[in-house]
């Protein structure tokens, strides 16, 4: 017994030996196997790139001037004057709510916000780059693509970022993974740095001559009321004594029936009397319709020119203001989209105006056509960025492209900037100024609200929102904006008398709301109070017309 005993279990452990052996070489097999076949996956739809981790540059960072978020690595890199300064791995949209490639800016901050259109979905550190829903913000990262449009970047990183940044800080988000590289050309803005140092001078007697301007506007104003509402009374008064020199002449013809059937001479003696009376009536009445006549007449032309100087007042009022907005907004880095898909150069500056909905008011009162050779051939899109002063006097600039159908250098030798746009913001660029050129047209996403939005065409949009236009701020109604609706979108005239903006291929959508409320979609748990949401990977369904909500 004891020899079989010891017999049997020789013989097991010999079989589990075997049986591990077995295992290990299938496994060995198994894994060889599935790394051959994974390999072949990777060849086939492109290797996951290697991981990537949060980084902070060996030196002082200053203050970032813009984000590149490449889709292909899966990473966000942060850049200041003198080059990268923080990196981190993100999540992008996945397939079906990708993360569209193009050209963005922060348009609002939000430290704690909560999605109002997907179960209160909690975006911590959020920082909005379009309207409809699109941000950077904290977030799970499974090391993938995950979300359903949003960068999500780690919760630390994004926390530690968000007073670091600012409201039109630029976001480029690329399909590749490219940087910002030295570059120059003769395009490129050169300051004066006279024109820069005279600009608070300027600024200073342009806001009295606004100030002045105003006062003398609204006095012109009143006085063309008052001399509008003596002309209505005078009016009035003519009519009376036209109606009472109407019935004096009434009473002497009907004087001259008397007279005329008159039969004794006492009865022709009081028509007599009657006529005379009458005849007395007509002339005093007369003459004080005549007089009226010649006062009303003054009256009635001083009344119209009390218009006209008034419409003079506005208008100078208006050009003294814009003259002062102008040299303000010179003091602000300048923002230029060329597309050659419009053929039209676009001019934006931050006025730094907050707006009930948490965003900055940004200047559009540019826009204007521009020559760009050869424009039936495509020139790629490309982001010149005033990263400093340089040591000549004049700025440094770099250039990312993120379609390369033309190189830098190429698509800015085809662009002819229209000289009276470079001498409105060319002499007083400054550092975080840019040029964006691109074969496409502005987003509808581009609003009086944000910077410039472009979307690459070519590359996948599914998280790209289109919402419904919403109602305009109350203050723009209050400062007697126009609003029109052209067929592309809401647009509006300023108050201030500034031209109605043209819509010739990308702008719409100027009020638009942040988050609409969709139907409540199945399967989508409550997110507990200060814990972060984890939406469904797979049982999610894609709702037609809206590529996701925002933030996932």
Not at 12 to 32: D, Q
Not at 301 to 327: C, G, H, P, V
């Amino acid at each position: 017994m004891t020899a079989r005993s010891g017999t049997t279990q020789s013989t097991m452990a010999v079989s589990r030996r075997r049986s591990a052996a077995i295992v290990t070489v299938a496994t060995a097999v198994l894994t060889v196997l599935g790394a051959t076949a994974l390999t072949d996956a990777a060849t086939a739809k492109g290797a996951r790139p290697a991981p990537v981790r949060e980084a902070t540059a060996p030196r002082p960072a200053g203050e970032p001037i813009m984000a590149i978020v490449s889709i292909s690595a899966q990473k966000v890199t942060f850049y200041d004057a003198d080059g990268w300064i923080y990196r981190a791995p993100v999540s992008t949209g996945t397939t079906g709510r990708e993360t569209p490639a193009g050209v963005f800016a922060i348009v609002e901050k939000d430290k704690d916000h909560h999605s109002t259109m997907y179960d209160d979905a909690w975006m911590p550190n959020m920082q909005r780059i379009t309207w409809n829903g699109l941000a950077l913000h904290g977030g799970p990262l499974p090391g993938y693509a995950a979300s359903h449009g949003c960068v999500r970047m780690p919760y630390d990183f994004a926390e530690n970022l968000f007073d670091r940044t600012r409201i039109g800080m630029r976001v480029i988000v690329a399909p590749n993974d490219p940087e910002p590289v030295p570059f120059s050309h003769p395009s490129l803005f050169v300051p004066n740095a006279q024109a820069i140092a005279a600009a608070p001078d300027r600024i200073g007697t342009l806001s009295r001559e606004a100030a002045a301007a105003t006062v003398a506007a609204d006095e012109a104003k009143k006085a063309a009321t008052a001399a509008t509402r003596e002309a209505a009374t005078i009016n009035a008064s003519l009519r009376k004594l036209e109606q009472a020199k109407k019935n004096a002449d009434a009473e002497a013809a009907f004087a001259d029936k008397v007279l005329a059937r008159a039969k004794t001479d006492d009865a022709k003696a009081k028509a007599e009397e009657l006529k005379e009376k009458a005849a007395a009536k007509v002339e005093d009445a007369g003459k004080q319709l005549d007089a009226a006549r010649t006062d009303a007449k003054a009256k009635l032309e001083a009344a119209a020119s009390a218009k006209d100087a008034a419409k003079a007042a506005e208008s100078k009022k208006s050009d003294a203001t814009n003259a002062e907005r102008d040299a303000k907004l010179a003091l602000e880095p300048v923002s230029i989209y060329i597309s050659r898909a419009t053929q039209k150069l676009y001019v934006r500056r931050n006025t730094h105006k907050e707006l009930p909905d948490g965003g900055e008011r940004f200047d559009f009162s540019i826009e204007v056509p521009v020559t760009i050779r050869n424009p039936d051939q495509p020139i790629g899109t490309h982001i010149f960025t005033a990263m400093a002063k340089g040591d000549d006097g004049g700025l440094r600039w770099t250039a990312v492209t993120i379609d390369d159908a033309d190189d830098a250098k190429d698509a800015l030798d085809r662009i002819t900037f229209p000289q009276d746009v470079i001498n409105r913001v060319a002499t007083t660029a400054l550092p975080r100024s840019s040029i964006v050129i691109s074969d496409e047209p502005l987003s509808k996403e581009t609003n009086y609200r944000t910077e410039f939005v472009a979307v690459l065409s070519n590359q996948p949009q599914g998280g790209f929102i289109t919402r419904k236009p919403s109602a305009p701020p109350a203050d723009m109604v209050a400062n007697g904006d126009v609003f029109i609706d052209n067929g592309f979108g809401n647009f509006f005239r300023r108050g201030d008398g500034a031209p109605v903006q043209r819509n010739e291929g990308g702008f719409g959508s100027f009020f638009q709301q942040s988050e609409p409320q969709p139907a409540p979609q199945p399967g989508t748990p409550r997110r507990r109070t200060g814990q972060p949401y984890y939406p469904p990977q797979q049982s999610q369904q894609v709702q037609q017309g809206w590529g996701g909500p925002p933030g996932w």
